[in-house]
């Protein structure tokens, strides 16, 4: 693996590879992990983002890395640059790997093929958004400890969301009982899981994994159903309660209180979700770790 752009494409062997090594870089957090080379990684963000951004910056310090912080909007890219001539010249002036966030499917794989540096997929619109991934299978393993046979519900806007994806291919890897839960309009039969009714589902599930509705990538029109999302599609507070006693909540966040969850469930008992994004550094630090030491 010589860039990380996709959960697809790896074995189970690969995943449970950066599985272990996140839960080492979780249990060493006071290791001195310097190695006394000079490295420099920069993290192209062309969509706004809090956690992947921050917690990326957080695991290349950590590492030692020197981070070269890119402001699409300060940058040559308000000039005309293009995505590949823009990592080609910090590739060019001796940056060692490049994080990147961009809006366009597909992107970051073919960067990847382009360049000789590692390449990370941060997000590529709605294609796929592999540490997520990485860093939600951690939780569930922390969790569960395993996933053959455990049941994971995928709950709303998955036709549009890269976390979707890339946990479905993952946890098909894995072997874990997937379904799918979402308004016709937002399904994607690509990923090869059973839809089912959100109220059964939440029965079975050992996860719930709901997903943020994916605003910017919607007609406005679908904007104005919102107020009646969360008691056809979402986690109310009513549903919780069906859910088994261990089950847990996930959400990649940022969340959208009142629309995927109910607000008083997004810290209660079940839910991971401010875990996933403490686990996020340790996950983020296992694939720099992997592709540059
Ligand atoms: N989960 C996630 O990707 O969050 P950000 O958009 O804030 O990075």
Not at 84 to 93: F, G, L, P, R, V
Request: charged fraction near 25%.
């Amino acid at each position: 693996m010589n860039s990380f752009v996709s959960m697809k494409t790896l074995n189970e062997a690969e995943i449970y590879h950066l599985i272990k090594r996140t839960d080492w870089f979780a249990n060493n957090k006071s290791v001195d992990l310097s190695t006394g080379k000079k490295r420099f990684v920069s993290n192209l963000f062309y969509e706004p983002s809090t956690r992947t951004k921050l917690s990326f910056e957080i695991a290349e310090k950590r590492l030692g890395f020197e981070v070269l912080d890119f402001q699409v909007e300060q940058s040559s890219v308000v000039k005309g640059e293009s995505v590949y001539d823009t990592a080609k010249t910090i590739q060019s002036i001796g940056v060692d790997a490049i994080v990147i966030r961009h809006p366009e499917k597909n992107i970051v794989q073919q960067l990847s093929e382009s360049l000789s540096i590692p390449i990370i997929n941060a997000g590529d619109g709605s294609g796929e958004h592999p540490t997520q991934s990485l860093l939600d299978l951690y939780t569930m393993y922390k969790e569960f400890n395993e996933f053959k046979g455990l049941n994971v519900l995928i709950v709303g806007d998955i036709v549009h969301s890269r976390v979707a994806h890339s946990n479905a291919y993952a946890l098909k890897t894995l072997g874990a009982n997937v379904f799918l839960s979402a308004k016709s309009k937002w399904q994607d039969n690509t990923l090869g899981f059973p839809y089912v009714n959100l109220d059964e589902g939440i029965k079975r599930a050992d996860v719930v994994m709901l997903l943020r509705v994916q605003r910017e990538r919607h007609a406005s029109q679908e904007m104005n159903e919102e107020d009646s999302y969360l008691e056809k599609y979402g986690l109310t507070v009513a549903r919780e309660l069906q859910m088994k006693p261990n089950s847990i909540i996930m959400h990649p966040a940022p969340v959208i209180r009142g629309v995927e969850i109910a607000d008083q469930l997004v810290e209660c008992n079940r839910s991971r979700i401010f875990k996933q994004m403490e686990y996020g550094v340790y996950a983020r630090m296992a694939v720099l770790d992997h592709l540059l030491n």
